[in-house]
């Protein structure tokens, strides 16, 4: 656990240094940037654009794609009065992303994470983003984490550790010890509703052979949620394959 929490301690300073440098990372530089007002940070130069992937807007309803376009320019007029709209911004990115444009929903979301410095709402899409649709996992982890360190009290943590676990267990593979790790951390912070991630790490645990640890996490489920027959059968079935291995 002390190695854990150092690995996330290590990730977390690069996610704290990494927003002052993520414009070059990402392509977003000074020659891509407009200024709306002098006291807000540049913000990306192509907003008021959607740059349609032909194949996705293929798969959307026509009265649904009118209604988004609609929202889409009312969304321009809300950012040329009030640029620093938070709302506006990450409404933006989800429509940009809608039609396929993704990079143009990086960098609104992006920009609302920079000029919203303790909301954590825009740094979920663009992790969600990273992960399903850019499959860069590297950027995800960031996402994620620094989602984390906002401490956004509008975020349920839990759903945020698990998943950050689910992305080092199914996609950041080179990172896949990590997985049950993460849940542990969640799970020493009491942050309240621990079930799901106890039912979580139990399965990991089991589908990896680690009898002694998955028998743990489910005695921890059962224990707060005892009627679950199922949960029952399956510490059943985790002891025999535990005992047999003690023979």
């Given at each position: 656990?002390?190695?854990?929490?150092?690995?996330?301690i290590?990730?977390?300073?690069?996610?704290g240094?990494?927003?002052?440098?993520?414009?070059?990372?990402?392509?977003?530089?000074?020659?891509?940037?407009?200024?709306?007002?002098?006291?807000?940070?540049?913000?990306?130069?192509?907003?008021?654009?959607?740059?349609?992937?032909?194949?996705?807007?293929?798969?959307?309803?026509?009265?649904?794609?009118?209604?988004?376009r609609?929202g889409?320019?009312?969304?321009?007029?809300?950012?040329?009065?009030?640029?620093d709209s938070?709302?506006?911004?990450?409404?933006?990115?989800s429509i940009?992303?809608?039609?396929?444009?993704?990079?143009?929903?990086?960098?609104?979301?992006?920009?609302?994470?920079?000029?919203?410095p303790?909301?954590a709402?825009s740094?979920?899409?663009?992790?969600?983003l990273?992960?399903?649709?850019?499959?860069?996992?590297?950027k995800?982890?960031?996402?994620?984490?620094?989602?984390?360190?906002?401490?956004?009290?509008s975020?349920?943590?839990?759903?945020?550790?698990?998943e950050?676990?689910?992305?080092?267990?199914?996609?950041?593979?080179?990172?896949?010890?990590?997985?049950?790790?993460?849940?542990?951390?969640?799970?020493?912070?009491?942050?309240?509703?621990d079930?799901?991630?106890?039912?979580?790490a139990?399965?990991?645990?089991?589908?990896?052979?680690n009898?002694?640890k998955?028998?743990?996490?489910?005695?921890?489920?059962?224990?707060?949620?005892?009627?679950?027959?199922?949960a029952?059968?399956?510490?059943?079935r985790?002891r025999?394959?535990e005992?047999?291995?003690?023979?």
């Amino acid at each position: 656990m002390k190695k854990l929490i150092i690995i996330v301690i290590v990730i977390l300073v690069a996610a704290g240094t990494f927003f002052v440098w993520q414009k070059g990372w990402f392509g977003f530089g000074e020659g891509d940037t407009v200024v709306l007002r002098e006291d807000l940070p540049p913000a990306p130069g192509g907003y008021k654009t959607i740059h349609e992937d032909p194949a996705v807007v293929a798969e959307i309803p026509i009265d649904v794609a009118v209604t988004y376009r609609e929202g889409f320019e009312e969304i321009i007029k809300t950012i040329e009065e009030h640029p620093d709209s938070f709302g506006a911004w990450f409404n933006m990115g989800s429509i940009k992303s809608v039609f396929g444009d993704y990079k143009g929903a990086e960098e609104a979301w992006l920009y609302a994470t920079e000029i919203s410095p303790l909301q954590a709402r825009s740094l979920i899409n663009l992790a969600d983003l990273y992960q399903n649709k850019l499959k860069d996992y590297k950027k995800a982890e960031w996402a994620y984490v620094l989602a984390l360190e906002r401490h956004d009290a509008s975020v349920d943590a839990v759903i945020l550790y698990r998943e950050l676990a689910s992305l080092y267990r199914f996609s950041y593979t080179e990172k896949k010890e990590l997985a049950i790790s993460i849940l542990e951390q969640a799970l020493d912070m009491n942050l309240g509703n621990d079930s799901e991630l106890l039912a979580l790490a139990g399965m990991w645990a089991w589908e990896d052979g680690n009898f002694e640890k998955a028998t743990s996490f489910y005695e921890q489920f059962l224990a707060q949620n005892p009627d679950q027959e199922e949960a029952k059968k399956d510490l059943e079935r985790i002891r025999k394959r535990e005992s047999l291995l003690k023979q």
